[in-house]
T-cell receptor, first 117, second 117 residues
Framework: AQSVTQLGSHVSVSEGALVLLRCNYSSSVPPYLFWYVQYPNQGLQLLLK??????LVKGINGFEAEFKKSETSFHLTKPSAHMSDAAEYFC???????????????FGKGTLLTVNP | GAVVSQHPSWVICKSGTSVKIECRSLDFQATTMFWYRQFPKQSLMLMATSNEGSKATYEQGVEKDKFLINHASLTLSTLTVTSAHPEDSSFYIC?????????????FGDGTRLSIL
């Protein structure tokens, strides 16, 4: 069974500082990994995804994440935080082959990012 | 691209009423749609998975007769909360996934805030 652990339910940074949101996964098969962002009272927006190939993936709004198989991690980073980055961030994993379960996503519990002026 | 529209965004109704929520993929065909429920400050809880033309697959503990799902076309799925009660009040989010394997991300609607009086 697959699982996702997001370390830190709440991360607070200053505007302009580095953003680092941690995600570790477990999967019995090569995983496909996703980061989503959720603003208040809205659905989830896809930030980036890792499927195959380059392990450093770039997404929207200046975010990027690196897939590290040896560490089973997929941490999300952004060099310089903006006030508009304040939101809830979810890491999710989808197994490469799921035996017919429609490729469901397993989500982490989320990390709330606050950006201080 | 990959826009999912969910309506209504907010519903307030009396106990005992049935409420229908629509989820449409606007610019792609969605072979699979998912329905989630999200409690305050928590992650998403998958309720059911629907495939076009087939019966929905419900997660354990989700009442099939309470939450009716119809996926009549490749661009539309509906969730009907039958005889809603205050405990059904929640934030409901749908997502849609295009044809393809696990590398295809889910694209989310903006959610529906359901309040039962």
């Amino acid at each position: 069974a697959q699982s996702v652990t997001q370390l830190g339910s709440h991360v607070s940074v200053s505007e302009g500082a580095l953003v680092l949101l941690r995600c570790n996964y477990s999967s019995s098969v090569p995983p496909y990994l996703f980061w989503y962002v959720q603003y208040p009272n809205q659905g989830l927006q896809l930030l980036l995804k890792y499927t195959t190939g380059a392990t450093l993936v770039k997404g929207i709004n200046g975010f990027e994440a690196e897939f590290k198989k040896s560490e089973t991690s997929f941490h999300l980073t952004k060099p310089s935080a903006h006030m508009s980055d304040a939101a809830e961030y979810f890491c999710a994993v989808s197994e490469g082959w799921d035996g017919g379960s429609n490729y469901k996503l397993t989500f982490g519990k989320g990390t709330l990012l606050t950006v201080n002026p | 691209g990959a826009v999912v529209s969910q309506h209504p965004s907010w519903v307030i109704c009396k106990s005992g009423t049935s409420v229908k929520i629509e989820c449409r993929s606007l610019d792609f065909q969605a072979t699979t749609m998912f329905w989630y429920r999200q409690f305050p400050k928590q992650s998403l809880m998958l309720m059911a998975t629907s495939n076009e033309g087939s019966k929905a697959t419900y997660e354990q503990g989700v009442e099939k007769d309470k939450f009716l799902i119809n996926h009549a076309s490749l661009t539309l799925s509906t969730l009907t909360v039958t005889s809603a009660h205050p405990e059904d009040s929640s934030f409901y989010i749908c997502s849609a996934r295009a044809i393809g394997g696990a590398w295809q991300p889910q694209h989310f609607g903006d959610g529906t805030r359901l309040s039962i009086l």
